[in-house]
C-alpha cells in the first residue's frame, strides 16, 4: 500500500501563486510515477500532470503547460505541484496519486492505483 497526503491547497486570486505538497509513505517511493489530478463539481476527474520515478520526465495536460510545474523529492518522498497565473477555472478539489512505474506516464485515472484524499483549491476572480 501507498499512502498520500495532499496539502497547501486554500483560497488564491486570479493570477496568483500556489504550491500543493504531497507526502508518500508505505512503499518504495522511486517505484511510482506520481501524478496530480483535479475534479471540479460536476466534472470528471482530469488529469493535470505526472513526473517519472527517477524526476526527468513530465507531462502536462494543455489546459496547464506553462502555468503549472510538477516536480518530485525522492529523498523526502514528496511530490509537488507549483501552480502559477491561477484561474478561476483551475478551481477543483486535486488528488495525488501514485502508479507503477512500469509503463511510465500514463494520463488516465484508471491507470493509478493509490491516492490522496485531495486538497481544495479555489481560485476567485
Known amino acids: 500500500q501507498v499512502q498520500l497526503v495532499e496539502s497547501g491547497g486554500g483560497l488564491v486570486q486570479a493570477g496568483g501563486s500556489l504550491r500543493l505538497s504531497c507526502a508518500a509513505s508505505?512503499?518504495?517511493?522511486?517505484?511510482?510515477?506520481m501524478g496530480w489530478f483535479r475534479q471540479a463539481p460536476g466534472k470528471e476527474r482530469e488529469f493535470v500532470a505526472a513526473?517519472?520515478?527517477?524526476?526527468?520526465?513530465?507531462y502536462y495536460a494543455n489546459s496547464v503547460e506553462g502555468r503549472f510545474t510538477i516536480s518530485r523529492d525522492n529523498a523526502l518522498n514528496m511530490v509537488y505541484l507549483q501552480m502559477n497565473s491561477l484561474k478561476p477555472e483551475d478551481t477543483a478539489v486535486y488528488y495525488c496519486?501514485?502508479?507503477?512505474?512500469?509503463?511510465?506516464?500514463?494520463?488516465?485515472?484508471?491507470?493509478?492505483?493509490?491516492w490522496g484524499q485531495g486538497t481544495q483549491v479555489t481560485v476567485s476572480s
Open positions: 496519486a501514485a502508479r507503477f512505474k512500469i509503463g511510465g506516464i500514463l494520463v488516465g485515472a484508471h491507470n493509478y492505483e493509490y
Open positions: 508505505g512503499r518504495t517511493f522511486t517505484d511510482y510515477v
Open positions: 513526473v517519472s520515478w527517477n524526476g526527468y520526465s513530465t
